[in-house]
C-alpha cells in the first residue's frame, strides 16, 4: 500500500452540530462567527434551515428555495486547508433539485466546490457520505464555507450536513 503518512491539521475548525445551535465549534480552532442563515429565519430550531434531529444525531438541515447557512474561518498565517463534509439527500426528484457547497475569500466572490444532485433520498439510518475538498486556494482572515439550495427545491427537498471540518495546515 503506500500513499504516506496520514495527513496532520495544525488548527482544525470543525461543527458536528450537538449543542443544537449555530455556535458549535468542536475543532482544535474557534470559527470567527457563527453560522448564519442565508433567506430564512435566523433560528436554529425551527424554519427551512435548522439543526434537525436525524435518528439520534443533530445535522445541518436546509430545503425549500435559494436557502443556506454560511460561517467563516480564519485561516491566515496557513498554508494549505481541506474541507471535509457528510452529507444525505432527502427527496430529491430531479436534477434541478440540489445543494451547493461553496467556498469565498471575502464573502462575496464564491468558489463552487461542489452540488449535491437529485434524485437522491439517502437513508439517514446509514452513515453519509463523506466528501473533502483542497481550499487552500482560497486562505484568508475570513474564508467563508456556504450550503445554498437550488431556486427548484421544494419544502420538502432537503440536502443535510453533518461533522464539517477544516483542517489547516501550516
Not at 82 to 89: A, D, P, S
Request: charged share 20%; aromatic share 8%.
Amino acid at each position: 500500500g503506500g500513499g504516506g503518512p496520514p495527513p496532520t491539521c495544525a488548527a482544525t475548525f470543525a461543527d458536528d452540530f450537538e449543542t443544537d445551535d449555530y455556535t458549535g465549534s468542536t475543532g482544535t480552532a474557534a470559527w470567527a462567527g457563527n453560522w448564519t442563515e442565508i433567506n430564512d429565519s435566523g433560528n436554529p430550531g425551527n424554519g427551512d434551515v435548522q439543526v434537525a434531529a436525524v435518528t439520534g444525531n443533530r445535522v445541518l438541515q436546509m430545503g425549500n428555495s435559494a436557502r443556506g447557512a454560511q460561517r467563516v474561518a480564519d485561516l491566515s498565517g496557513n498554508t494549505s486547508a481541506t474541507l471535509e463534509l457528510g452529507y444525505w439527500r432527502s427527496g430529491l426528484d430531479g436534477a434541478d433539485e440540489y445543494a451547493t457547497v461553496e467556498v469565498s475569500t471575502d464573502g462575496s466572490n464564491w468558489t463552487l466546490l461542489d452540488q449535491f444532485v437529485g434524485p437522491g433520498n439517502d437513508p439517514t439510518s446509514a452513515p453519509p457520505t463523506v466528501v473533502s475538498y483542497d481550499i487552500s486556494a482560497h486562505l484568508s482572515a475570513t474564508t467563508h464555507i456556504r450550503f445554498v439550495t437550488s431556486g427548484s427545491n421544494g419544502k420538502f427537498d432537503r440536502v443535510l450536513f453533518d461533522d464539517i471540518e477544516i483542517c489547516a495546515d501550516n
